[in-house]
């Protein structure tokens, strides 16, 4: 705790100043960019595993980030214009953007992706439910 003194020096105490951990976003929430290259083969930290989608987003001529594609499937391409915000996919290493969904071309179309289900869902006893109903479905045409 200062002194009275200490205090009477400088007429009031400064706040430290907080350093952004998004600098691209040059103080903005979000930023226009376009992508670059689509990359879908980055491994996830230690405990995860999978594949995750990431993007390389050209934000001017000479400045490039990589921000990750949330959900499951995209429809981006090359040359497509996205929304980036900031917020980092904590389980990829290096990668601190994200793409905002239903922004310019990262539209969300009649069949997106998202909507599809596990292809191999698991059950609570050990037999999957699609398994029951043909083992069944067989025995009673028997």
Not at 67 to 86: N, T
């Amino acid at each position: 705790m200062p002194t009275i003194r200490q205090l009477s020096k400088i007429s009031f105490r400064i706040p430290k100043k907080r350093k952004t951990r998004v600098r691209s976003l040059k103080g903005c929430p979000q930023i226009k960019g376009t992508c670059v290259e689509i990359r879908n083969t980055i491994s996830p930290r230690k405990p995860n595993s999978g594949k995750r989608k990431v993007a390389k987003i050209s934000i001017s001529r000479n400045k490039f980030l990589i921000a990750s594609i949330p959900g499951q499937g995209h429809f981006l391409q090359k040359f497509a214009r996205v929304l980036i915000r900031g917020g980092r996919a904590k389980d990829i290493p290096g990668v601190k953007y994200k793409l905002i969904k239903n922004k310019y071309d990262f539209d969300i179309r009649e069949k997106y992706p998202e909507d599809m289900k596990r292809a191999r869902k698991r059950s609570k006893y050990g037999v999957n439910k699609a398994y029951k109903k043909h083992v069944i479905n067989k025995d009673s045409y028997a």
